[in-house]
T-cell receptor, first 114, second 114 residues
Framework: NAGVTQTPKFQVLKTGQSMTLQCAQD?????MSWYRQDPGMGLRLIHY???????DQGEVPNGYNVSRSTTEDFPLRLLSAAPSQTSVYFC?????????????FGDGTRLSIL | DAKTTQPPSMDCAEGRAANLPCNHS???????VYWYRQIHSQGPQYIIH???NNETNEMASLIITEDRKSSTLILPHATLRDTAVYYC???????????????FGKGITLSVRP
């Protein structure tokens, strides 16, 4: 079972560079989301999507863009990386956003911005 | 979502049952109790969830008190690989997209000793 797959696992960028964090799920889940995890801050929601073609902002969306052209994929784009975006990024998915459906996480992308 | 309270840490011997407590005294009738864990350097892993009844799956059992103000996660035969931070979370059953974010507290660090 692949579940939620995130690539790359590690990345180092220079300030101002752009990149895309990939997230794919093979469970036919409609709901997908991106979180960042920083020491002492817990998980913070960046963007989410309730289905293909539909995205919305979470708690900390600034500096990030998303799109959802297929059910399976939900990439996260950093247009101009900043040191404050150094973090561990997790993608999650579930059948729906309702509270009775568990969200399943990928193993994360560890991103360092120099 | 209701707040949860967990002790900061506990340990247990390998092969014995690990009983992890959680207090959620302000839980509402439409809120689910969820347990996740995070092993170092990995993404949060869904374990189990329940509303009112006790639940069991291949990983663990969830015991919810009759008044629903507390619960216990039981790992029946703990192994060294179960060493992790365990999070107890409550979630409203009917969430919109943004409200479906998972809020992880500090969790309880379980150390399984040989």
């Amino acid at each position: 079972n692949a579940g939620v797959t995130q690539t790359p696992k590690f990345q180092v960028l220079k300030t101002g560079q752009s990149m895309t964090l990939q997230c794919a799920q093979d469970m036919n889940h409609e709901y997908m989301s991106w979180y960042r995890q920083d020491p002492g801050m817990g998980l913070r929601l960046i963007h989410y999507s309730v289905g293909a073609g539909i995205t919305d902002q979470g708690e900390v969306p600034n500096g990030y863009n998303v799109s959802r052209s297929t059910t399976e994929d939900f990439p996260l784009r950093l247009l101009s990386a900043a040191p404050s975006q150094t973090s561990v990024y997790f993608c999650a998915s579930s059948y729906s956003p309702t509270g009775d459906q568990p969200q399943h996480f990928g193993d994360g992308t560890r991103l360092s911005i120099l | 979502d209701a707040k949860t309270t967990q002790p900061p840490s506990m340990d247990c011997a390998e092969g014995r049952a690990a009983n992890l407590p959680c207090n959620h005294s302000t839980i509402s009738g439409n809120e689910y109790v969820y347990w996740y864990r995070q092993i170092h350097s990995q993404g949060p892993q869904y374990i189990i969830h329940g509303l009112k009844n006790n639940e069991t799956n291949e990983m663990a059992s969830l015991i919810i008190t009759e008044d629903r103000k507390s619960s216990t996660l039981i790992l029946p035969h703990a192994t060294l690989r179960d060493t992790a931070v365990y999070y107890c979370i409550v979630r409203v059953s009917r969430n919109t997209g943004a409200n479906s974010k998972l809020t992880f507290g500090k969790g309880i660090t379980l150390s399984v000793r040989p």
